[in-house]
């Protein structure tokens, strides 16, 4: 089934009803899908081969996302913050493909490469004025839906594809069709070429909750925002939410009592953090939501209930699920291997798998899924005895020190509780010794002396075994992160050689 | 009869996408669907019980499961028996 059904779904039973709200304009669902009708015209008659994005998210890019899938092309929305020359051998990798935003920039990178390109406005108007054929056939959904490249933090970015089934699968499995009252509204800020991003647009229209559209994330603009449209429910990464409670802190004034649910996931939530946002919005109720781009957004999800009663909880393991990512979908399968494959039990952490009708697990290249269909994540975690499942990081992020493997986070976490420390970043460096040992990045927080490296290798001797005492300990101005406050330990690595 | 495919009734207005398919012949009130539809079947007394739009329609046994499109007056059903509401568990937005 073609994900542009959802769309056609919500115009055909409210067509009339407010959809999007970007830049003060108002967009109903009836305007959306005859939006990308036209664009799907538009589409067929450029021959691309994908359809990119090379721009903030807008009515464009929502318009592009369908017109895209009726016209049975691969919507591809690419991340405008990269530097030229990887963003260049990405748009090289889709030609050609009609572009919708940065037209100078793809004239620029891949002004010979076959492209398309339509700067946004002229994109939304000739959508919009294109005469859909009213007998168009338009595309089954038997194919790609969306490709997108990762992150890349550990290696060169993969295209990852997702099936429409994949998507569809996702969205009917989790959202019930209509389910939103009038009042509702979805205030998306995360980027368009992030999966989160993507499902949000999917998952706001089938449930029919208006989105509100913030295409450059600022904790002021993301508050007025709040205030102004009303919003009851918003999706963030940590740092977004970090950076609200700042201005917050700082004064910054608005009206937020609309705001009855925060979504968050993206990365690593510091437990200070939740419990602090607890305690500033007592009634808004907060979900932790775990996926890949891989798994077509959430596979495993900590609900509003779990939240509460883990905060007020003085049970320490119901306290301890605050830092789980919940419990698995019902609608997915989801165990925890050894490095032989062997099912591991409770409480034994190894590498996360997942399987089920909206797992895709397949890049351009290859599948990464394996004989039975379940999709090796790369994620280290474990599940408890009640079946709240826990990460420790990246499988290649683990340290191998002489044959033992070393998780990362077990390390940052002890070193986190020193007070004059802000952030630090377990890596593994070489060791002639051992193969690789642990390299550890500090930033001093601000107002305390530099602690001698002694009393950091100390504190870790006196929580952890001797084996994660770093070899090496380096202060630095600050960590390197994406923009989705991803932590890029590939360059905490050059930092540490260099 | 493939997953993806969209079928009309014959009897109503009801449309439905195949989510799942492995055999036998769909229905909607008391007529056999098709992809055309319009087909001006009457509709059975037995299959009135109407479609709702969005909700999705499965078997006892789970062999079949449908997403109804567009409502309509007409029961569907699979080889006479008449297909029930899938319930799913809401779960809080998380995107």
Partial sequence: MNIALLLEMAADAAGDRVGLVCDGKRWTYGELIGAAR?????????KAEFVALLDESSEASVIAMFGAALAGVPYCPLNYRLADADLGALLGRIAPALVVGDGERVEKLAGGQGHTVYPRGEFTLAALEAVANPDAVYDAGEGIAIQLFTSGTTAAPKAAILQHSNLVSYILGTVEFGAADEAEAALVSVPPYHIAGIAAIASSIYAQRRIVMLPAFAPDGWLKLVDAEKVTGAFVVPTMLSRIIHAMDKGVHADISSLRSIAYGGGKMPLELIHRALDLFPETGFTNAYGLTETSSTVALLGPDEHRAAHR???????????????????????????????????????????????????????????????????????DEDGYLFLSGRADDVIVRGGENISPGEIEDVVLTHPAIADAAAVAVPSVEWGEAVGLALVVRGGFDHPAEDEIRDLIRSRLRSSRVPETVRFFAALPYNEMGKLLRREVKVMLAG | MKPGSRIKSNACDTEAVIIKYTAGTIQCGGADMSEAGGGGAELSADFAGGSIMGKRYVDEAGTIELLCVKPGKGTLALDGAALVLKEAKPLPASD
């Fill in chain 1, 38 to 46: 036209g664009a799907a015209e538009l589409i067929a008659d450029s």
């Fill in chain 1, 313 to 383: 909880s003085d049970d320490p393991r119901v306290r301890a699920r605050l830092a789980s990512v919940g419990i698995p979908l019902p609608t997915i399968e989801l165990e925890i291997r050894d490095e032989e494959g062997r099912v591991l039990g409770p409480n034994q952490p190894g590498e996360i798998y997942v399987r089920g009708d909206q797992v895709s697990g397949q890049y351009r290249e290859r599948s990464a899924l394996d004989a039975e269909g379940w999709f090796p994540t790369r994620d280290a975690g474990y599940l």
